[in-house]
């Protein structure tokens, strides 16, 4: 196993990892989910539903019959659809939604299993359920998952590896999952090889879960699946890293894939919601999450129904604390802060995470003083503290000779930085304004 370098050592602040995954009861009568059309990168989803209908769950709501890279959804509750129109959104700004009231009586849902015999069935017939399924990467990234299981034959793929390392401080869903369902997710994994044509499987878990280790090496004995243990690194669930780790090979800088070096690179619950829709015919209309931090009353691991609010979520967990002062979805490091509480769980919410007011750095950044600690962090080997200097002063071209464009953002040069400057926030305003020049670029040449 090969170590990589930079990365830090922040504390783990797993308190949930001892706890048992909850379902969040269905919402009761008059209840409401608010279901964004669009929960993947890629082409946004049209609806194909009004309001008025009636809708199951399960039932498709809204889909791109066009593009490829787009990923439909589903109704996640019975209930009907009362409005149709902007929501907030996680990422931070308002998109279309579809909104459903909830029925009285809320039946059980049974999936009988659909088949048996997964290992036997033609490839594109498995992506295919895969894309009606709904399912995207659900580690955060929430590419669609279809689009990453057909690389072009150009680009052969040898290996998958599955990422169970959820590096990410507070977040334990992945390691619950892993100790609670390690018998579909290997039947998962199994079924994304044989889709895939390959031979070989790598499980990556960091060694601060040994339980997890266990529970899957016992789940993959007698297979072609592989359980590693290691190092505790952040980010060592970074794809890059993982590969590097695992195989030692090193993925080419963007656009470079990890297709590009024969692999493919699935996340713990990804695979289990693969499982699901290909054993049961079930799509992607819940998740687990981890709710956690110094501001929530009562943390908990929960099975969540996709579009939940966040407010009842946290409602259930107790409520917030008195000296709550910070929400972010997902982990400190890569998650992302949310001004009201009115989002709902998407694919992508792998964490709610609220922190108490003296735990938030307050007041404004300083100047760099070109310490140099963000370069040692960088597990990329950047100079983020010059990409951030450029972004400041718009010097968006210099940004992006300097390597913009290979950020992870995943937050290291931030943690050890002394004047506490936003570097991550400064390298994705460069890597918006590079982005926005290629296609002014693309368009003016077509």
């Given at each position: 196993m090969i170590k990589f370098i930079g990365g830090i050592h922040p504390p783990a602040n797993k308190h949930t990892q001892a706890l048992p995954?909850?379902?969040?009861?269905?919402?009761?009568?008059?209840?409401?989910?608010?279901?964004?059309?669009?929960?993947?990168?890629?082409?946004?989803?049209?609806?194909?539903?009004?309001?008025?209908?009636?809708?199951?769950?399960?039932?498709?709501?809204?889909?791109?019959?066009?593009?490829?890279?787009?990923?439909?959804?589903?109704?996640?509750?019975?209930?009907?659809?009362?409005?149709?129109?902007?929501?907030?959104?996680?990422?931070?700004?308002?998109?279309?939604?579809?909104?459903?009231?909830?029925?009285?009586?809320?039946?059980?849902?049974?999936?009988?299993?659909?088949?048996?015999?997964?290992?036997?069935?033609?490839?594109?017939?498995?992506?295919?359920?895969?894309?009606?399924?709904?399912?995207?990467?659900?580690?955060?990234?929430?590419?669609?998952?279809?689009?990453?299981?057909?690389?072009?034959?150009?680009?052969?793929?040898?290996?998958?590896?599955?990422?169970?390392?959820?590096?990410?401080?507070?977040?334990?869903?992945?390691?619950?999952?892993?100790?609670?369902?390690?018998?579909?997710?290997?039947?998962?994994?199994?079924?994304?090889?044989?889709?895939?044509?390959?031979?070989?499987?790598?499980?990556?878990?960091?060694?601060?879960?040994?339980?997890?280790?266990?529970s899957l090496k016992q789940a993959a004995a007698n297979t072609d699946i592989k359980v590693v243990g290691l190092k505790v690194k952040y980010p060592q669930g970074s794809e890059k890293h993982l590969i590097k780790a695992l195989l030692n090979r090193e993925v080419p800088p963007p656009p470079g894939l990890p297709m590009d070096v024969g692999v493919v690179v699935q996340n713990v619950s990804t695979v289990y919601a693969i499982y699901e829709a290909l054993y049961l015919g079930k799509p992607l209309i819940e998740r687990v999450l981890t709710v956690t931090g110094s501001g929530i009353k009562n943390p908990k691991n929960l099975r969540v129904r996709i579009g939940t609010p966040i407010a009842d979520v946290i409602e259930y967990c107790g409520g917030l604390t008195g000296?709550?002062?910070?929400?972010?979805?997902?982990?400190?490091?890569?998650?992302?802060?949310?001004?009201?509480?009115?989002?709902?769980?998407?694919?992508?919410?792998?964490?709610?995470?609220?922190?108490?007011?003296?735990?938030?750095?307050?007041?404004?950044?300083?100047?760099?003083?070109?310490?140099?600690?963000?370069?040692?962090?960088?597990?990329?080997?950047?100079?983020?503290?010059?990409?951030?200097?450029?972004?400041?002063k718009r010097l968006f071209d210099e940004a992006e000779t300097t390597g913009a464009m290979d950020c992870l953002e995943c937050g290291c040069c931030v943690y050890v930085c002394p004047s506490k400057r936003p570097m991550v926030q400064m390298i994705k305003h460069a890597k918006a304004a590079i982005m926005a020049k290629r296609r002014a670029a693309k368009e003016k040449a077509a």
């Open positions: 995954i909850e379902a969040l009861p269905v919402p009761r009568p008059a209840c409401r989910v608010i279901i964004p059309l669009s929960q993947h990168i890629g082409a946004p989803n049209e609806t194909i539903v009004s309001v008025g209908d009636q809708v199951q769950a399960g039932q498709l709501i809204g889909q791109n019959g066009k593009a490829f890279v787009s990923s439909p959804v589903h109704a996640t509750i019975a209930g009907k659809v009362v409005e149709i129109s902007p929501k907030p959104h996680p990422l931070g700004q308002s998109l279309p939604a579809v909104v459903i009231q909830s029925d009285d009586d809320q039946p059980e849902i049974k999936w009988p299993p659909v088949t048996t015999d997964v290992l036997s069935q033609n490839p594109t017939d498995l992506k295919n359920r895969i894309r009606a399924a709904g399912i995207v990467g659900m580690g955060g990234a929430t590419f669609p998952t279809h689009v990453k299981l057909s690389p072009p034959e150009a680009k052969p793929i040898d290996t998958l590896i599955l990422n169970g390392a959820e590096c990410e401080p507070y977040l334990t869903a992945d390691h619950r999952m892993m100790l609670e369902h390690a018998g579909q997710i290997i039947k998962g994994v199994q079924a994304v090889m044989h889709l895939l044509g390959v031979k070989r499987s790598y499980i990556g878990i960091e060694e601060n879960k040994p339980d997890a280790i266990d000296d709550a002062g910070k929400l972010i979805l997902g982990g400190p490091m890569m998650g992302m802060a949310q001004y009201t509480l009115d989002v709902p769980v998407i694919k992508g919410t792998s964490g709610i995470l609220v922190q108490t007011k003296s735990e938030i750095v307050m007041g404004g950044y300083r100047d760099c003083i070109r310490c140099g600690k963000c370069v040692e962090a960088c597990p990329m080997l950047l100079l983020p503290y010059q990409i951030g200097i450029y972004a400041e």
